[in-house]
C-alpha cells in the first residue's frame, strides 16, 4: 500500500481508502459483510475510512463503529454532514446549529469520542463561512474533530473559505472531496489547482465512475438490475453523454489490456497520479469488489499510459457534464441566472 501526507496535517494515509456509502441499505451489505469488507481492507493496509450521516440515514455510520471497534487507534475516520436527513429545514446545512447537533449524532452512532476528520457534505448557499468555520473551530478545540474539510465544493467557494478563515482568524478547511475520474476530469481544470495552491489534502470519490471504469459495464452487456434501478438515467447508452462516455470505455479497456492491467487498476491508478490527489475512495458492495480494487493498491501508470489516457479522455474533460456536483449553483437552476 502507498502512503501519502493528508494536505498539511501530518497524518499519513492510504492512497485508497475505504469508503462506506454502500455500507447498509444502499448496497445492502449486513453487519457481517460490512466487518469482513473493513477488517480485510484494515489487513491490506488501508487507514483510512470515510462515510457520512446521510448514508442509509445513519446506519452506514453504526456499521462503520461497530467494525472498527476494537481497532480505533489503526483508522484514520472520517465523516460528513450537511445533507437533508429529515424533512425539517434545520437538520441540513453548514449552521452552527446543525454542525454541532450532527457531530454529536455521528459520534453517538460511531462509538468513538472523537472523528480525525469532519467534512461538509455540500457547500450550503445559506450560511456564511464564518459561521461555518466558526462552529467548526470551536468543534476542534473541544477534541470532537481532528481537522476540518469539504466535500464536492466548487473552486471559487474553497477560495472564499479560505480567505475566511485568515481574515477572522479561525480554523481553515485543510481537505478537500471532489469527484474524479479518468472520465470526470472538470476538477483539473479549477478545483485541484486551487486545492495546490493551498496545500489541501484531496480524497477523490468516484474514481471508478459509478461502475463504468470497473469492467462490468461493457458494450453488448447487460448492465446489471441495481444500477439500472437506483440510476437509470446514467447506464442508458441512448443518452449522447452516455454513448461517449461507452465509447471511451472501450478504448480505455483495450489501453488496460495492452499495459498488462485490469480497467480498475488503469482507473484507481490514474486517480491517484494527479500531483494534486492524495487518495483515491473506493466504496465496495462486497468482499469480491474489494479484492479487485486491492489489486491496485500498488498501481504506478508510466508516463506513456497516462498520456495514452489523455489521447482518450482529454485533461479537463467531462464525459457526463450534467453530472457536474461542484458547479456553481447557477448553473443547475436557470431561475438563478435570470433576473
Not at 25 to 41: L, S
Not at 133 to 151: P, V
Not at 174 to 180: A, D, G, L, N, W
Request: charged letters at 20%; proline letters at 5%; hydrophobic letters at 40%.
Amino acid at each position: 500500500m502507498q502512503y501519502r501526507t493528508l494536505g498539511r496535517t501530518g497524518l499519513r494515509v492510504s492512497a485508497l481508502a475505504l469508503g462506506a456509502m454502500n455500507f447498509g441499505a444502499i448496497g445492502r451489505t449486513t453487519p457481517e459483510q460490512t466487518a469482513a469488507i473493513v477488517h480485510t481492507a484494515l489487513d491490506a493496509g488501508i487507514n483510512l475510512i470515510d462515510t457520512a450521516d446521510v448514508y442509509a440515514k445513519g446506519e452506514s455510520e453504526t456499521l462503520v463503529g461497530k467494525a472498527i471497534a476494537g481497532r480505533r487507534d489503526e483508522v484514520v475516520l472520517a465523516t460528513k454532514a450537511g445533507m437533508p436527513m429529515s424533512d425539517d429545514p434545520n437538520h441540513r446545512g453548514a449552521s452552527r446549529r446543525w454542525l454541532t447537533t450532527a457531530l454529536d449524532a455521528s459520534l453517538r452512532r460511531l462509538g468513538v469520542d472523537h472523528v480525525d476528520l469532519y467534512q461538509v457534505h455540500r457547500w450550503d448557499p445559506e450560511t456564511g463561512d464564518e459561521e461555518t468555520l466558526s462552529a467548526l473551530t470551536d468543534l476542534q478545540r473541544a477534541g470532537k474533530i481532528g481537522h476540518f474539510g469539504t466535500s464536492t465544493y466548487p473552486a471559487h467557494r474553497i477560495v472564499q473559505a479560505q480567505w475566511t478563515a485568515r481574515e477572522r482568524g479561525l480554523g481553515r478547511f485543510v481537505t478537500e472531496q471532489p469527484s474524479y475520474s479518468i472520465l470526470q476530469r472538470g476538477a483539473e481544470t479549477h478545483v485541484l489547482p486551487v486545492t495546490q495552491e493551498y496545500g489541501m489534502g484531496v480524497l477523490v470519490w468516484s474514481p471508478l465512475a459509478s461502475g463504468w471504469l470497473s469492467g462490468a459495464i461493457r458494450e453488448g452487456r447487460a448492465v446489471a438490475t441495481h444500477r439500472s434501478t437506483f440510476m437509470p438515467g446514467r447506464f442508458d447508452t441512448a443518452i449522447p453523454a452516455n454513448r461517449a462516455r461507452m465509447d471511451a470505455v472501450e478504448k480505455l479497456a483495450r489501453l488496460a489490456e495492452d499495459a498488462g492491467l485490469s480497467l480498475i487498476q488503469l482507473a484507481l491508478g490514474f486517480a491517484t497520479a494527479h500531483p494534486a490527489v492524495t487518495g483515491a475512495i473506493i466504496g465496495p458492495r462486497t468482499a469480491e469488489h474489494l479484492a479487485s480494487q486491492l489489486a491496485a493498491a500498488e498501481t504506478v501508470l508510466s508516463g506513456d499510459v497516462l498520456d495514452a489516457v489523455d489521447a482518450i479522455v482529454a485533461p479537463g474533460t467531462d464525459l457526463a457534464p450534467g453530472e457536474k456536483h461542484d458547479a456553481p449553483p447557477s448553473l443547475l437552476e436557470a431561475a438563478l441566472r435570470r433576473r
